[in-house]
């Protein structure tokens, strides 16, 4: 069973920047595409950015020139590197681990942008 544990989430003020981290357990995170995916209240769960085990990257034209997906296999860890924070950013921020036998999510870490 793989674990995912977000990481970095806050509150921020618009224009801001932070950086969530996703720290996977066992043996898949390589082998893996990694996605955000963020909720907001009364809304749809939605994707903002992935990045496959070769490192090809899909990022949402709502994000495009603000985030950053990235990936460090050696440490099992991925990242979303967020800057020129806006209020619609404001949401939960969900890790997802997937490949095609498995797909994992973490538990969600809140992003607020707020002045």
């Known amino acids: 069973q793989v674990q995912l544990v977000e990481s970095g989430g806050g509150l921020v003020q618009p224009g801001g920047s932070l950086r969530l981290s996703c720290s996977a357990s066992g043996s898949i995170f390589g082998i893996s595409a990694m996605a955000w995916y963020r909720q907001a209240p009364g809304k749809e769960r939605e994707l903002v950015a992935d990045?496959?085990?070769?490192?090809?990257?899909y990022v949402d034209v709502s994000v495009k020139g603000r985030f950053t997906i990235s990936r460090e296999d050696a440490k099992n860890t991925g990242y979303l590197q967020m800057h020129s924070l806006r209020l619609d950013d404001t949401a939960v921020y969900y890790c997802?681990?997937?490949?095609?036998?498995?797909?994992?999510w973490g538990q969600g870490t809140q992003v607020t942008v707020s002045s």
């Open positions: 997802n681990l997937h490949n095609s036998l498995h797909n994992y």
């Open positions: 990045i496959t085990s070769f490192g090809s990257i």
